[in-house]
């Protein structure tokens, strides 16, 4: 279970603190809520307690699991597969919004891939910007270092 002050991955937005927690009336019926402010957009989410499960609310990973993502960014000998670009989109969207951060590594991998063969659609650039902040975000916090840092740690990965 969660408590105020704790630091959380909200699937598809990020990193975010739980400020507090307040009780809502909706439909008659009160219920408690987080309430969750994102870390980079400074967006407050409201998420009922008893959906947290439901939602994918997660703890950031732990430092023991940072090595399995930089393990998915190095292995570049994958075959991006020759879909259209809106597929893609719709699979790495899916991928985005399962909370996984492997699975955003992933993406991120995919689509650094996939920039090096061919110009990515507008969509897609936005996505491998998206899966780039969410990453270095979490792994700056799991790793409590700069997201300076982990950017470079992330182009050297593309670089070579």
Known sequence: MFKIGDVAVYPSHGVGVIQSIEN??????????????????????????????????????????????????????????????????REYTQKIKSGSVFEVAEVLRDLFILKLEKDLSFGERKMLDSARNLLVKELSIAQNITEEIIENNIKSIFSS
């Open 24 to 89: 809502k009336k909706i439909s008659d019926e009160e219920q408690p809520f987080f309430i969750f402010r994102i870390l980079d957009s400074d967006m407050t989410i409201m998420i009922p307690i008893d959906n947290i499960k439901t939602v994918g609310l997660r703890r950031v990973i732990h430092m023991g699991e940072v090595s399995r993502v930089y393990e998915i960014l190095r292995k570049k000998d994958i075959e991006v597969e020759n879909q259209t670009w809106n597929r893609r989109y």
